[in-house]
């Protein structure tokens, strides 16, 4: 049981990591740079735990705070570029933040050992969990938690004004703009909300990992985070979680018993999930079907 | 009709009922092996794979295990699992491993994945508020030091570089009098091969009366190493020592060779002295010098590189660790008395008298002498030192 | 000052394998608006297959697998247009890029399945063991001959698409699609010629960058990949000179900052200067020309 646990909890952390970078996409911005805030979120609240006894709770949101400071850091720059020049200037960004992790040396004597990060070999024994008697389910439901809270949160937003500014923006910036949106208010939050997500997302990280190093930080896991929106499909919140468990659950661990084909298929499979269903599993047509299911079964109860 | 069904399927009963009694008698011992086996590291998952496999077969063929009640157990290998050197994946990998009815998991090959996984266990063995994951591991590859000591339940058969780089200096020191410089290459942003210059070579050829005139320092997966080698060049000192992989190693090697940089001895990073490095430069890799634990230089260590050739893998330091955990579980769980009962509570009973087995271990019976076992669970094991000759890396000196 | 000089030289001579990557991202870019992640993959994968074939046909001479890796680029170009462009709509950005990005996995996954992950010796040129010396200085041949083979492309390219007819066929489609089909041109012909075109001079990059590097391992395409892309947008989305002075310039600066500050820092002053330059010139060095909307 505790492997489905574990799953499950991957699952969760992921599905945060996706929705950092919906939110920023859905006001059109690709950004890879979420592993950034991810990495700051995890060395951040994993210090915090460690060389200072801070609880779990104020240490994540202390984690996801900073990830949404430096976001917003980003979003102003990132305004005067947009397309494939906002992909690559992110891309600087995320391997800026990756490097200084990897310069970064911050260790103090606790007892006998030294505990802290350490350039190139990362940050070790970050155990807040398994020393206080967190047993593997109780780490799941604590993810899952805030996933759902995060997720409630931005179908929320979707259904408000906010959500449909957010969209128009994405849609169309002229015409947003000429409605009298403000561009950059709303690109800027959307980043800074990103950039929180992710964070948070970095502190569960850390500590059920109990071994961050700037390695697990790089491109190819920025690359995953915007993975997940755009094989999940825009329309909804749901589409980047059907992602992660298609990612995480079918591709990675279903996909076991082919032995050594997993690898390959892991690639191949992305091009096809891509190459049938473009726009993602949850575009706004599939969202209407699903939508007027559920509507159809609840008038025939 | 019906009747003529019915005596079928009593029948049939029958059998099955007969054969279940059979099962019943022969227990199997299960041991999972897990390790990377996309990507660059490809090779080390196979490797490993076709050594336990191999030494598995060799078990069972001359009885099996003996249990706690006297009865012979065979082994049985899990399907080998892939980790892609990713730390989720391994923590899910093992977790998974844990969940059956394995006894031991062998694994993994990424240093960066064995942090992580130590640290998701039990700290120390009888603390009721860890709830750290109970289950041991005994390590074939991941080789940054230091580790075994993060958790009781994590064991390690992985050569000591200190131990044997210090011999190698020494040794070269006396051979070759009139070298009296070391300049260093490092990989900077690789945990194991950065800890390998700075706290090993650097430290052990200096304690030889070594000068250390410096380092050059590149990333792992850098190709240009122009400025690097211009300082290496400057430096013109008696003995270049790489810290490298094979990648990066090789790239060195050939910029050194365009460069005109020719150290009169080049010593080379422990992983680097497999088949890698050969195919990728064999020729400017000629007579690189490296410390290794394993060799075909003994009969068993022969008879372990032809068994596991038999199932297509190659026989390294790192794949031959691996055996040699076969050999070391069988022995610790004959000492140990294993029930072998499959239930919940007699698997975990089980896996906790392997563990503390292993950790009341002294020596291990390694493929090059004897391995003795440190107190916070490493080995300290026998080696030589290989050099690049031909397609091969042939011994240059053997000190046992 | 001698030795700045030196490390600058060895940068940008460096920077030549990047002018030529970014040669084909950038042109794919300024046919398509998409970004092909699987280019350079797909290059090295070209590069990997032809020293499969030549060594076993004839002893793998440099010359003979570079020619096969020309070829084989232009195929393999061709096969990741078709799996990964051709059936997704043109105004979908994203989609294509998850393509790629899993047909980056795929290829690199293949290659080191048949490789099993250990890096192959790959054969240079006889221009790979020389060193030109000026002076005090020293130049790497082999990067020499990279050079003269962007400038060759480029003039290729240009000539292309500026004195012939598929050429300007391809133009159209680059500025106005749609009127381009009004006009009665197949776009479907043109975007796949321009795979084949990028392909062709990819297996070329392919084989080049390996024979620089001196093995061919799968190590070599993440970071290729991403200096592709920084070339294409420093040089200009779109501009196949802008692409060659962009790789000189990121290959140079990179050298220059690891002399002065080392290789735990190079990289990180490389992406911030880069990151502030797209902030002061988001078009690139040289921006696409009026007449684009």
């Known amino acids: ?301 | ?400 | 000052m001698l030795d700045f000089v030196q490390a600058l030289i060895d940068g940008i001579l460096y920077g030549t394998t990047y002018a030529l990557i970014g040669i084909g991202f950038t042109l794919v870019f300024g046919v398509m608006h998409k970004i092909n992640m699987a280019y350079a993959s797909a290059s090295i994968g070209a590069a990997y297959v032809a020293l499969v074939v030549g060594g076993l046909v004839a002893g793998a001479s440099a010359w003979l697998v570079f020619g096969l890796s020309f070829l084989l680029g232009g195929l393999f170009g061709l096969l990741v247009y078709l799996i990964c462009f051709h059936l997704i709509p043109l105004g979908n950005e994203n989609a294509t890029l998850m393509s790629t990005i899993g047909m980056l996995l795929l290829v690199d996954e293949l290659i080191a399945h048949a490789t099993q992950g250990m890096p192959q010796n790959y054969p240079s040129t006889a221009f790979g063991e020389e060193m030109v010396r000026m002076g005090e200085l020293s130049v790497r041949g082999d990067l020499i001959f990279v050079f003269a083979v962007s400038v060759v492309a480029m003039g290729a390219l240009l000539a292309l698409l500026y004195r012939t007819r598929m050429g300007l066929a391809t133009r159209a489609v680059a500025q106005q699609p749609v009127a381009a089909q009004l006009c009665g041109i197949q776009v479907v012909k043109v975007n796949a010629l321009t795979f084949v075109i990028t392909g062709l001079l990819g297996g070329i990059a392919g084989a080049l960058v390996c024979s620089a590097v001196g093995t061919l391992s799968i190590l070599i395409t993440g970071p290729l990949t991403v200096k592709g892309l920084i070339v294409t947008v420093i040089g200009g989305l779109g501009s196949v000179p802008g692409a060659i002075v962009a790789g000189l310039l990121v290959g140079g600066l990179e050298n220059v900052v690891l002399y002065l500050r080392g290789v735990t820092e190079r990289d990180l002053y490389v992406m911030l200067l880069m990151f502030a330059f797209l902030v002061f010139r988001p078009n690139g060095i040289f921006a696409r020309g009026a007449g684009r909307d």
């Open chain 2, 1 to 400: 009709m019906s009747k003529i069904a019915l005596a079928v399927a009593a029948a049939f009963a029958a059998t099955l009922g007969m054969q279940g009694g059979a099962l019943a008698q022969e227990k199997t011992i299960k041991l999972a092996g897990f390790g990377v086996k996309s990507g660059v590291l490809r090779l080390f998952g196979l490797n490993s794979e076709a050594a336990l496999k191999a030494a598995v077969e060799e078990v069972n063929k001359a009885g099996g295990v003996k249990l706690g009640d006297g009865s012979k157990a065979k082994f049985e290998l899990a399907d080998y699992l892939d980790d892609r050197c990713n730390a989720e994946e391994g923590i899910s990998v093992v977790r998974r491993i844990a969940g059956s009815d394995a006894l031991i998991a062998i694994g993994p090959t990424c240093s960066n994945v064995a942090e992580p996984l130590y640290g998701i266990l039990q700290k120390k063995v009888d603390d009721k508020g860890d709830t750290g994951l109970q289950f041991p591991i005994l390590t074939d590859v991941a080789i940054k030091g230091g580790l075994a000591k993060i958790s009781e339940w994590s064991f390690r058969n992985v050569p000591s570089e200190f131990t044997m780089y210090s011999s190698l200096f020494y040794w070269l020191k006396t051979k070759h009098p009139n070298l009296t410089t070391v300049y260093g290459g490092v990989e900077e942003d690789f945990a194991h091969s950065r800890a390998s210059w700075y706290a090993v070579m650097k430290d052990r050829s200096a304690a030889n009366g070594y000068k250390v005139l410096g380092e050059s320092k590149w990333l792992l997966n850098d190709t240009n190493f122009s400025t690097q080698v211009r300082e290496m060049k400057k430096a013109n000192a008696d003995i270049v020592a790489i810290a490298a992989h094979p990648f990066t190693t090789c790239g060195v090697l050939k910029e050194m060779q365009r460069q005109g940089v020719k150290p009169k001895l080049l010593v080379g990073l422990t992983s680097t002295s497999s088949m890698e490095t050969l195919a990728g430069c064999a020729k400017h890799a000629q007579g690189l010098i490296i410390p290794t634990s394993f060799a075909p230089v003994t009969k068993e260590s022969k008879h372990a590189a032809e068994a596991t050739a038999k199932k297509k893998g190659a026989a390294d330091l790192h794949s031959m660790a691996a055996w040699e955990n076969v050999f070391i579980l069988k022995e610790a769980i004959e000492r140990a008395k294993i029930s072998g009962n499959k239930d919940a509570a007699s698997l975990q009973t089980d896996r906790r008298k392997l563990r503390d087995a292993l950790a009341a271990t002294k020596t291990t019976k390694g493929l090059l002498g004897i391995s003795k076992r440190t107190e916070d669970r490493e080995a300290d094991k026998p080696y030589v030192f290989v050099h690049a000759k031909g397609n091969d890396w042939v011994v240059l000196h053997n000190p046992l």
């Open chain 1, 1 to 301: 049981m505790d492997f489905y646990f574990g799953l499950i909890q991957i699952i969760g952390v992921h599905t945060l990591l996706g929705l950092s970078a919906y939110v920023i996409l859905l006001t059109g911005q690709l950004s890879i740079a979420q592993a950034a805030f991810y990495a700051i979120g995890a060395y951040v609240s994993a210090m915090l735990t460690v060389l200072w006894g801070w609880h779990i709770v104020p240490a994540l949101f202390a984690g996801a705070a900073m990830g949404a400071f430096f976001a917003t850091l980003v979003g102003f720059p990132a305004l005067r570029v947009r397309g494939l020049m906002l992909v690559i200037a992110t891309l600087a960004f995320g391997e800026g933040v990756r490097l200084f992790f990897f310069n970064f040396d911050y260790q103090i004597q606790k007892g006998n050992v030294k505990v802290g990060p350490l350039g190139p070999e990362g940050f070790r024994q970050i155990r807040y969990f398994p020393e206080n008697g967190w047993t593997t389910f109780d780490v799941m439901l604590f993810v899952w938690v805030f996933v759902i809270l995060v997720m409630a949160l931005i179908w929320w937003v979707d259904r408000s004004r906010y959500g449909a500014v957010l969209r128009a923006v994405g849609d169309d910036e002229l015409a947003a703009q000429s409605v009298g949106i403000n561009l950059t208010a709303v690109k800027v939050s959307a980043m800074t909300v990103g950039g929180g997500i992710a964070g948070l997302a970095g502190c569960l990280y850390a500590h059920y990992t109990t071994h961050i190093e700037h390695l697990g930080f790089g491109v190819l896991q920025s690359v995953f985070a915007v993975a997940y929106p755009i094989i999940g499909g825009m329309a909804s919140v749901f589409g980047t979680l059907f992602a992660v468990i298609f990612v995480q659950g079918i591709l990675v661990e279903g996909l076991r018993f082919l032995g050594d084909w997993r690898n390959l298929l892991f690639g191949a499979l992305i091009i096809v999930a891509m190459v049938v269903r473009p726009t993602g599993f949850l575009d706004a047509l599939m969202l209407k079907r699903f939508a007027r299911w559920f509507a159809l079964g609840r008038e025939r109860a």
